[in-house]
């Protein structure tokens, strides 16, 4: 599992600035991404694209905020 931080960037900055500076992302193809510690709460299942500052990008372009995710769990075969 891995663990979030959230960050702030100021209201002229976007995730992908902070990519940006950050310089770091991770992508995982098969993921479940969930918004509770429970895990009852499936926000997503599937490519999923950890960003640097903590913002996860979905295939459809879409962003989950580091603060509507829990934690995400990688699928191992």
Same mark, same amino acid.
């Given at each position: ?10 209201? @002229? ?12 992302? @991770? ?22 694209r950890l960003l640097g500052n903590g913002w996860v990008e979905l ?19």
């Amino acid at each position: 599992m891995l663990a979030f931080e959230a960050y702030v960037w100021s209201s @002229r900055q976007t995730p992908f600035d902070l990519e940006e500076i950050t310089g770091a992302s @991770r992508t995982f193809e098969e993921a479940i991404v969930y918004a509770d510690m429970e895990g009852k709460t499936v926000l997503h299942e599937g490519v999923v694209r950890l960003l640097g500052n903590g913002w996860v990008e979905l295939p459809t372009g879409c962003l989950l905020s580091p603060d509507a995710v829990h934690h995400i769990d990688r699928q191992m075969d």
